[in-house]
């Protein structure tokens, strides 16, 4: 059974095709320098990561710097609206499917309410009001008349 790919490992594979050699391309992954080697030897056996670095191409330093490769900090500063900002990430489909899926997580405040924001009271008045329609509608108070005069 195939593992997904995880962050650290897709920047291993980053880090390989950069043309750092193993232990070196574990270190800037983000696995500790003590077992930087033993990850890497491990990474270099996982099938994920062969067929990242086998169908992926060497890439340059400069290669990294072009306008089409915007990070999402950069891409947040032209947004005024954060909403406008997750819609348009969520929408992305050259995004990381995990940032995506973050994006979209973090939008629904803004476009649903929470089911429990309401609070108990709050329910409970607007279930009144709804029962408190039609048949069940409370009857006029009674007149007063008065014949004193």
Known sequence: MLMALTDKKRRFIDALRS???GAEAARKAGYSAATAAQA???LMKDPVVKSG??????VNKSSQSKPGTETVRQKAKQYTDPAEFLTDLMNNAMEDIKLRKEAAAALLPYKHKKLGEGGKKDAAQEAAAKVATGRFAPKAPPKLVVNNR
């Not at 670095?53 to 060497?58: D, E, H, S």
Request: charged share 15%.
């Open 53 to 58: 670095v086998l169908n992926g191409t060497k």
């Open 40 to 42: 890497a030897s491990r």
């Open 19 to 21: 043309g750092l050699v």
